[in-house]
């Protein structure tokens, strides 16, 4: 029996092998889970749902795009019957600190980072309010627990995740709603990549754990927070990061 057996999930920025919503959506799959993948990357994000199987498929979606959120939703309550599970995961980094980040830039970060967690939340509120379950996880960063001069956008988008995460939780506790913080440091993925090439030092050196994390250990506890082991957590900001925010 698998742990997200009869559940519908939909996960956001899941197109990208190797990238946590796609390691996520692989092992949903494998609980049991029917999952529905979305991203703006089409043709990838088609790839990895045909390899994961029959229990996957891929919508476009623009998480900064009201209207395409309802649209995707509801386009799965139609062809599903529910939706469980709503993991937001799209996320965009930028580098460079106050000085060196133009208000485009920030607005960019923000409208993808933290307007796409706030209306994807809208989205499925209604829906699994009725239905008297669910569980909504939100994927910041330790960026989102303390701060970092070189990546400002970022760290002020992923801490909005924090409290948005913490509001969300109180409104939709009496319906039987849960909503989670998840918080990954350095993650081997493909928006990491510049920290592994040729010639730079060992990124896992500078963690106390001396290793970076991968993305499967995030959707082991991206999985648990969807499953019913966790139907008392709510409201947790949890952080995968080797210590680094101890």
């Given at each position: 029996?698998?742990?997200?057996?009869?559940?519908?999930?939909?996960?956001?920025?899941?197109?990208?092998?190797?990238?946590?919503?796609?390691?996520?959506?692989?092992?949903?799959?494998?609980?049991?889970?029917?999952?529905?993948?979305?991203?703006?990357?089409?043709?990838?994000?088609?790839?990895?749902?045909?390899?994961?199987?029959?229990?996957?498929?891929?919508?476009?979606?623009?998480?900064?795009?009201?209207?395409?959120?309802?649209?995707?939703?509801?386009?799965?309550?139609?062809?599903?019957?529910?939706?469980?599970?709503?993991?937001?995961?799209?996320?965009?980094?930028?580098?460079?600190?106050?000085?060196?980040?133009?208000?485009?830039?920030?607005?960019?970060?923000?409208?993808?980072?933290?307007?796409?967690?706030?209306?994807?939340?809208?989205?499925?509120?209604?829906?699994?309010?009725?239905?008297?379950?669910?569980?909504?996880?939100?994927?910041?960063?330790?960026?989102?627990?303390?701060?970092?001069?070189?990546?400002?956008?970022?760290?002020?988008?992923?801490?909005?995740?924090?409290?948005?995460?913490?509001?969300?939780?109180?409104?939709?506790?009496?319906?039987?709603?849960?909503?989670?913080?998840?918080?990954?440091?350095?993650?081997?993925?493909?928006?990491?990549?510049?920290?592994?090439?040729?010639?730079?030092?060992?990124?896992?050196?500078?963690?106390?754990?001396?290793?970076?994390?991968?993305?499967?250990?995030?959707?082991?506890?991206?999985?648990?927070?969807?499953?019913?082991?966790?139907?008392?957590?709510?409201g947790a900001e949890i952080a995968i990061d080797g210590a680094?925010?101890?």
């Amino acid at each position: 029996m698998g742990r997200l057996d009869g559940k519908v999930a939909l996960i956001t920025g899941a197109a990208l092998d190797r990238g946590q919503g796609a390691c996520e959506a692989r092992l949903f799959a494998r609980e049991g889970a029917t999952v529905v993948l979305t991203d703006v990357q089409r043709d990838a994000g088609r790839a990895t749902a045909a390899a994961i199987g029959e229990r996957a498929s891929y919508r476009d979606l623009d998480v900064t795009d009201a209207a395409a959120w309802s649209a995707v939703v509801a386009e799965t309550i139609e062809r599903h019957g529910r939706i469980d599970v709503l993991v937001n995961n799209a996320g965009v980094w930028h580098t460079g600190g106050i000085l060196d980040t133009t208000p485009e830039d920030y607005r960019r970060v923000v409208e993808i980072n933290q307007t796409g967690v706030f209306l994807g939340m809208r989205a499925v509120a209604p829906f699994m309010r009725d239905q008297g379950s669910g569980s909504i996880v939100n994927i910041s960063s330790a960026a989102g627990l303390r701060g970092d001069p070189a990546i400002h956008a970022y760290v002020a988008s992923k801490w909005a995740v924090r409290g948005m995460t913490k509001a969300a939780a109180l409104e939709l506790a009496p319906f039987g709603v849960r909503v989670n913080s998840v918080h990954p440091g350095l993650i081997q993925t493909p928006m990491s990549a510049t920290e592994f090439e040729p010639g730079k030092p060992d990124p896992g050196a500078r963690i106390p754990m001396r290793r970076v994390g991968q993305p499967e250990e995030v959707a082991e506890l991206v999985c648990f927070l969807a499953s019913d082991a966790s139907a008392y957590i709510t409201g947790a900001e949890i952080a995968i990061d080797g210590a680094v925010t101890v």
